[in-house]
């Protein structure tokens, strides 16, 4: 009886020291695997990243000083962009309240140029009050899965008649 425990010992023992080498291997994969992730996410969310330069980002020129409700604002985009990427924009146009645009995705072309835009129309239900309005436009970049890069600006103050 001792002899066959003994005996079933040491067959559980060199078949363990025979798949020893392919657990380690198994185990060192895994490490690397887990490393090379977590190098991956670290990267993604703190890793340096400047799509475009937005020149007087905080007073965008328009065209006229003054508007009337039909009309098409024009503005001057001055940018320097970096990476090819594709943004979505959300534009308003803002006063004591905010009246929001359809969102759109944009596809500047890289390098440093001047843009002129007029494909927004003043709605023709407000009131030519005289009141003081502006465009806002936030912009987002989608980097990766995990970070997305914001950018604002603004246009300066005009009158809508």
Known sequence: ????????????????????????????????????????????????????????????????????????????????????????VYRSLVDTYRITYAVVEADLPVGCHTVVRNDLVIPSFIVGDGHRYHLEATTEYKINPIKTITYYWRTVDFLIK
């Open 1 to 88: 009886m001792y002899w066959g425990r003994r005996r079933l010992v040491e067959t559980c023992y060199f078949t363990m020291k025979k798949h020893m080498k392919h657990l380690n291997l198994l185990s060192m994969f895994g490490l690397a695997v887990i490393t090379i992730g977590f190098g991956i996410f670290g990267y993604w969310l703190f890793g340096p990243v400047d799509i475009i330069d937005i020149k007087n980002s905080d007073a965008v020129q328009v065209d006229q000083i003054s508007y009337y409700p039909g009309e098409r604002i024009s503005y001057t985009l001055d940018y320097c962009k970096f990476e090819k990427k594709v943004a979505t």
